[in-house]
């Protein structure tokens, strides 16, 4: 077993001048980035002749390592080589490969006292009646079973603006009407984990900021009774929260025409709401990273570290997420916990997964996926070490379940899967009204009836998919922002978002489809 030491966790090294084909994040790697393609017979320096095709975003041998030898990269230990890798050499799949290897937790010994922002920074939000701020105005769908979400669908469906436009004339400030549906609510243990979570998830839907009313559509005989699910979640029927089944509403039509009516009398109250200047204390943004790639650690993850330190200084929150995917990297967040309790907390959630990916016969180094790899990603560990980099530098402050309420300010953790659907969902779930989402290979996700930002990490994504991606960090590869100033461009479009102004998401109409809550448990 190999152990970690503590002067491996060490921040990242700015990137190079735009002129040097190479990265080097830290110098005790094993490994540099190549800036762009890279061929046979280029010198990069201190001897190094580079050996074959290198792609962009993937890593060099800086020096000889011996099969079986740790390699590193950010001065983190990122695998370990599977056959002798030569200076010079592509490093990859074909010659390095996850290892086990223990971690130095050393719970809280890197805390240190956030020094906050007075007076905070402000955005234009929209306070609600129980004192919690919206960043948007939608009016909710919900379902309590897969079998009611044709019906769901149809009543939102009448509200569209590009099928019927009269239907909102009237109603400027309101968002839209939106159906959020799923496959769950059966045929699964009416006293189990599955039910819970599910519940938990709908529940966090149903009270979120950014629905101005909600209702919620069942079947019937479901195992996830609307009853069942109210009582469970604290939720009580109100001019704002209504619920209906189609088993007792006579059917679909019946079902369907009532919903509408339903909708149309919770308009003229959820049009009645202004924006108004708030803290920034009031951002609970969730983290996000999707088909990541060799830049993901070097450009947009730390550029979105850097804008959740200012986040934080200013009373806000943010939450990391994606178990899986900070697996091999948990010792940086540990050192950052609050107390111990804190840090044990996301160390059970990694033996969770363990144990998990152990009885599916499966590992945590599936992931990552094909496009992570394409783009330079050989390891779980690799990719995880630059996922925290997103989580910034400030103390981890609390850990909590998937879609479970989030009621503390700073940088706390919530337990998800990797697969982004699912993950964004427990995070608005737990009440993320604003969520930032980094992507190397391209990515075109929304996350209704939150705002989704999408910051690319090259500036070939940005040419390639600008239409898509709401701010290039690519800029720190290229050489002409660094890391620090694109932080702060993320945390003004943070808060210019939160004032009203669209996504690319939004403007495309994405988010409608995302809504997927985590699925545990035997299907019978």
Not at 205 to 219: C, D, E, K, Q, T
Not at 333 to 349: C, F, H, I, N, P
Not at 387 to 395: F, L, N, R, S
Not at 466 to 490: F, H, K, P, S, Y
Request: glycine content about 12%.
């Amino acid at each position: 077993m190999r152990t970690t030491t503590d002067s491996e966790a060490t921040p990242l090294a700015a990137a190079a001048a735009s002129t040097d084909p190479i990265i080097r994040l830290h110098p005790d790697d094993d490994v540099v980035i190549a800036r762009h393609q890279l061929v046979a017979g280029m010198c990069l320096g201190n001897g190094i002749t580079v050996r074959g095709l290198v792609p962009p975003g993937h890593k060099v041998a800086l020096r000889a390592v011996q099969s079986g030898a740790p390699v590193r990269r950010y001065g983190q230990i990122i695998g370990f080589a599977t056959r002798p890798i030569e200076s010079g050499e592509h490093v990859h799949t074909h010659n390095l490969a996850i290892g086990t290897f223990e971690r130095d937790y050393a719970f809280g010994a890197g805390v240190r006292p956030t020094i906050h922002v007075q007076p905070p920074a402000q955005f234009q939000g929209i306070v609600r009646s129980n004192g919690r701020v919206a960043t948007r105005n939608y009016i909710g769908i919900l379902t309590s079973v897969n079998c009611s979400a044709t019906a769901a669908r149809a009543i939102a469906d009448y509200f569209r603006r590009d099928v019927n436009p009269q239907a909102l004339a009237d109603y400027p400030n309101v968002d839209g009407v939106v159906a959020l549906t799923h496959g769950q609510g059966c045929a699964i243990d009416a006293n189990g984990e599955a039910l819970e979570v599910l519940r938990r998830t709908i529940g966090g839907y149903a009270r979120h900021s950014n629905f101005a009313a909600v209702l919620i559509v069942g079947l019937g005989c479901e195992t996830n009774q609307i009853d069942g699910l109210m009582e469970a979640q604290g939720l009580a029927g109100s001019a704002t929260l209504k619920t209906m089944m189609i088993q007792s509403s006579g059917g679909t039509s019946r079902t369907v025409a009532a919903g509408i009516d339903q909708v149309k009398a919770m308009l003229a109250e959820a049009n009645q709401v202004r924006r108004q200047p708030v803290d920034a204390s009031h951002l609970l943004v969730g983290l996000q990273c999707g088909g990541s790639d060799g830049y993901s650690g070097i450009s947009a993850n730390p550029a979105l570290g850097t804008a959740v330190d200012r986040l934080v200084a200013h009373g806000g929150t943010a939450i990391l997420s994606e178990t899986p995917e900070i697996y091999g990297a948990e010792h940086l967040l540990t050192r950052r916990a609050v107390s111990q309790a804190v840090g044990e907390k996301l160390v059970a959630r990694i033996r969770w997964w363990e144990a998990y990916c152990a009885r599916m016969n499966a590992s945590l180094d599936n992931n990552p996926s094909a496009g992570n790899k394409a783009g330079g990603l050989t390891t779980i560990l690799e990719k995880s070490l630059g996922a925290v980099a997103k989580g910034g530098t400030t103390d981890l402050v609390d850990v909590y379940s998937y879609a479970g309420q989030v009621d503390a300010h700073g940088l706390v953790f919530m337990d998800t899967p990797g697969y982004d659907p699912v993950s964004a969902t427990g995070q608005v779930a737990g009440g993320a009204n604003l969520i930032c989402f980094t992507t190397g290979r391209g990515s075109a996700y929304g996350c209704v009836p939150s705002p989704s930002l999408k910051l690319g990490t090259n500036t070939a994504l940005w040419h390639r998919q600008q239409e898509d991606i709401d701010l290039n960090c690519g800029a720190v590869i290229d050489g002409t922002r660094t890391v620090e100033q694109m932080g702060e461009e993320i945390f003004q479009l943070m808060l210019a978002t939160a004032s009203g102004q669209k996504s690319k998401s939004e403007l495309h109409g994405y988010g409608h489809n995302e809504f997927v809550p985590w699925q545990l448990g035997a299907i019978t």
